[in-house]
């Protein structure tokens, strides 16, 4: 799978980890992996990989948007980080969904180049 962004959480959000995976499993053009930490400490990751370009990339960067800023608001999730393959950190949970797809069709966008 190539790795168009990571979402990284901190620890008090483990146990919901598996809805959020789930929901992003369902998304057309989209692979995810759930990487689960081993200590209570570490953050947990979920690598989301962006399958298509175009059009069809355009659709999956809003759905994954949208399943994002859904889920920070339903769980009331404090720190989710998204880290782009380029390293950039920010934490997304003050975003916008178009501020949230805009990030991720330009780390798609950067994966291509």
Not at 37 to 47: D, E, T, Y
Not at 54 to 76: K, M, N, P, T, W
């Amino acid at each position: 799978m190539d790795t168009t962004v990571t979402i990284e959480f901190t620890a008090e959000t483990h146990q919901h980890l598996r809805v959020l995976e789930q929901r992003l499993k369902h998304i057309h053009a989209v692979q995810v992996n759930l990487v689960e930490p081993k200590g209570h400490n570490a953050p947990a990751l979920i690598a989301i990989g962006i399958e298509k370009s175009g059009a069809l990339a355009e659709r999956a960067a809003q759905s994954i948007a949208q399943v994002l800023y859904d889920f920070l608001r339903e769980e009331g999730q404090k720190s989710i980080s998204l880290v782009t393959i380029e390293g950039e950190r920010m934490d997304i949970a003050p975003l916008s969904v178009d501020e949230i797809r805009n990030i991720l069709v330009t780390a798609k966008a950067g994966e291509s180049a």
